[in-house]
């Protein structure tokens, strides 16, 4: 039997270039000839070193000693000049620490005596010429062809990276001809949340939509599981790397799928490229945009808030900011920037980096450099800079009028940022 793939296999677009480093970053790597004439010079010895050693073809396994060695001379260059590795006491580059306390209480009498009511942010709720959204899914009608087979996938990780599991699930299982079991959430260590696909989301209305495009269903026939004994962990789990492109899914995984019948793949969180057919994005679309709608008490909760957000913004037009900080203990430790909690802080995000991703900040090699993800944008704002940055807003920036509203999540050692928003009174 030949298998069924009815979406087209055109090849995927190339990836998009690699983004520019902050200029932050360009401008100090800029301020440092000397370290980098220093490590030319370097670079120049170890070359004359290597050549010599080749030329005569002996003590060969020095190369690679000299080599690791220049490498490690390179890095530790790169730490020298940011802020560096963890525990680094060296010399910090410009923004590479993180300094807001000082920067607030500097900037606090300023803050509290401006009076200034002109609309500094009036050009934020303005639309670009030509915006807002358009629908960009056309609907299909007709029946399916055979399945070829059932998948299960387990989607881990928080909220967004769950979304996206579904989403990548229903487009694999569509480009594949499969049916898709309804994904499994996995109990993640750090959040410790048992909810269940329909306990998040409307569950039937999720099957409606996508009728046409693939077929949902809640189990696996019993047939079926007798062979594993009815037991999901017999079935054959595929361990795909992240970003995974489609074209794998076709030439490993649907063999296996029309010899067991039954796949299981997890876990699942970002195991399909962002590049892929126009068919394969349609049914992520048509999954993100239409097909998942939040269950009831969700949407009754979330309509609420809306609610009253929007009319303590009347002054505002019923225009409103909201922000999720996620100032929280496992974006903190991911992050792996440093803030202002001493050896304390270092320990415990040592440790909620091993009980969240087991190994994979320790591995060999692997070199933390807090500084320059500093330097680039990639640490969480604290609630004391959200502070500051709501002051420079004049009609969004708290008062008695007008409220910004924080949404905040398992606040990491909340007293201690509590104590610093105190302070203003």
């Known amino acids: 039997m030949h298998p069924k793939i009815r979406l087209p296999?055109?090849?995927?677009?190339?990836?998009?270039?690699?983004?520019?480093?902050?200029?932050?970053?360009?401008?100090i790597r800029s301020g440092k000839s000397s370290i980098n004439h220093h490590r030319?010079?370097?670079?120049?010895?170890?070359?004359?070193?290597?050549?010599v050693l080749l030329s005569?073809?002996?003590?060969?396994?020095?190369?690679?000693f000299l080599y690791l060695t220049s490498m490690m001379f390179y890095i530790g260059s790169d730490q020298f000049d940011l802020g560096g590795g963890v525990g680094n006491n060296g010399p910090k580059g410009v923004g590479s620490v993180y300094r807001s306390p000082e920067l607030y209480n500097k900037l606090r009498r300023d803050m509290d005596a401006d009076n200034s009511t002109s609309d500094a942010i009036s050009t934020v709720w303005k639309r670009a010429k030509g915006a807002g959204w358009k629908p960009c899914i056309n609907k299909i009608s007709g029946g399916l062809p055979e399945s070829n087979?059932?998948?299960?996938?387990?989607?881990?990780?928080?909220?967004?990276?769950?979304?996206?599991?579904?989403?990548?699930?229903?487009?694999?299982?569509?480009?594949?001809?499969?049916t898709l079991v309804i994904p499994n959430f996995h109990f993640h260590s750090i959040w410790r949340d048992p909810s269940k696909f329909s306990d998040i989301y409307d569950e039937d209305f999720f099957v409606k939509t996508l009728e046409n495009d693939v077929r949902v269903v809640n189990t696996i026939p019993g047939y079926l599981m007798e062979r594993f004994d009815r037991n999901m962990s017999n079935v054959y789990n595929f361990k795909i790397k992240a970003w995974a492109p489609?074209?794998?899914?076709?030439?490993t995984v649907l063999p296996r799928l029309l010899e067991e019948k039954v796949i299981r793949i997890s876990p699942f969180a970002n195991r399909l490229s962002f590049d892929a057919p126009p068919a394969v994005q349609r049914l992520r679309?048509?999954?993100?945009?239409?097909?998942?709608r939040f269950s009831n008490p969700i949407l009754t909760m979330?309509?609420?808030?809306?609610?009253?957000?929007k009319a303590r913004s009347v002054?505002?037009?019923g225009k409103y900011i909201s922000v999720h900080l996620r100032f929280e203990e496992d974006m903190v430790a991911f992050s792996c920037c440093v803030y202002d909690g001493g050896r304390k802080e270092l320990e415990d995000m040592i440790a909620a980096r091993e009980r969240g991703w087991k190994g994979k900040f320790t591995k060999p090699g692997r070199v933390l450099q807090p500084g320059v993800n500093r330097v680039n944008g990639k640490c969480p704002l604290t609630p004391l800079e959200l502070v500051v940055m709501g002051h420079g807003l004049p009609h969004v920036g708290p008062s008695e009028d007008e409220l910004l509203w924080v949404w905040l999540v398992h606040l990491w050692v909340e007293a201690h940022w509590v104590a610093q928003r105190g302070q203003r009174g």
Do not use: W
């Not at 030319?40 to 050549?51: G, I, W």
């Not at 881990?156 to 996206?164: A, V």
């Not at 679309?285 to 998942?292: F, H, K, P, V, W």
């Not at 979330?302 to 957000?309: C, F, K, P, W």
């Open 149 to 178: 087979g059932y998948i299960f996938v387990e989607a881990n990780g928080g909220l967004n990276q769950q979304r996206t599991s579904i989403c990548n699930a229903v487009a694999v299982a569509g480009y594949l001809n499969a």
């Open 285 to 292: 679309c048509l999954t993100n945009y239409e097909a998942l």
């Open 246 to 251: 489609i074209r794998y899914y076709k030439d």
């Open 9 to 27: 296999t055109t090849p995927s677009p190339s990836p998009p270039s690699s983004p520019l480093r902050s200029p932050h970053l360009r401008h």
């Open 56 to 64: 005569r073809q002996r003590v060969l396994l020095f190369a690679p």
């Open 40 to 51: 030319s010079v370097l670079h120049r010895l170890s070359f004359l070193v290597v050549s």
């Open 302 to 309: 979330g309509e609420t808030l809306v609610a009253r957000m």
């Open 315 to 317: 002054n505002n037009g």
